[in-house]
């Protein structure tokens, strides 16, 4: 199974900053997908993020809010830009372990981010 | 996709077996069905997957029936450390990359 870290583990920002996430994967992947979990809610995908080409952003998530780098198959960002206190919840990488076979997903521990 | 329906919450004690089902009646031939546990303030984590018939892991069981429309997740003698939220996910086999969509899940009590 793969290993996922992500950085920061949790930040406090401020209103109208904007915060880089990174994720990082002990083996090389296709597919990274980020996600958010707002508070005693279930995990939103927010975009698919495969190397070498544009991230695939669901609806409601923007490019311009929610920019992501996808430079190699080990790492990926995750930035989101212009904070305001409503982007305050837990962000999350994932990656897919046997695309095609099994199709089981991996987690980071996720980063907390809060929004004063 | 195939649309999940879970229970909202469970409560259990220690030592007890736990059974959540999970809904999917318009699961697709080639959904395997998968279940991940979230610990508060971590991602989740997987448990087990199956196809049909019945699965188990050191972990869990999985009970699939003939239809497929239902999946069963059994946790055998849960202790205080179980307690987390539950989400079951058909996901498309051999597709690669499908994404992945979480329902609200199950949070699962357990009291000593």
């Known amino acids: 199974s793969a290993v996922i870290s992500q950085k920061p583990s949790r930040d406090i920002c401020q209103r109208g900053t904007s915060l880089t996430i990174q994720c990082q994967v002990d083996s090389q992947v296709t597919m990274m997908f980020w996600y958010r979990q707002q508070p005693g809610q279930s995990l939103t995908l927010i975009a698919t993020a495969n190397q070498g080409s544009e991230a695939t952003y669901e609806s409601g998530f923007v490019i311009d809010k929610f920019p992501i780098s996808r430079p190699n198959l080990t790492f990926s960002t995750l930035t989101v830009s212009n904070l305001s206190p409503e982007d305050s919840s837990i962000y999350l990488c994932s990656v897919e372990d046997s695309p095609g076979v099994t199709d089981t997903q991996y987690f980071g521990p996720g980063t907390r981010l809060t929004v004063l | 996709l195939a649309k999940t329906t879970q229970p909202i919450s469970m409560d259990s004690y220690e030592g007890q077996e736990v059974n959540i089902t999970c809904s999917h009646n318009?699961?697709?031939?080639?959904?395997?069905i998968t279940w991940y546990q979230q610990f508060p303030s971590q991602g989740p984590r997987f448990i087990i997957q199956g196809y049909k018939t019945k699965v188990t892991n050191e972990v869990a069981s999985l009970f699939i029936p003939a239809d497929r429309k239902s999946s069963t997740l059994s946790l055998p003698r849960v202790s205080l450390s179980d307690t987390a939220v539950y989400y079951c996910?058909?996901?498309?086999?051999?597709?690669?990359?499908?994404?992945?969509?979480f329902g609200a899940g199950t949070r699962l009590f357990v009291k000593a």
């Open positions: 318009n699961i697709a031939t080639n959904d395997y």
């Open positions: 996910l058909p996901r498309s086999g051999g597709t690669g990359g499908f994404k992945t969509i």
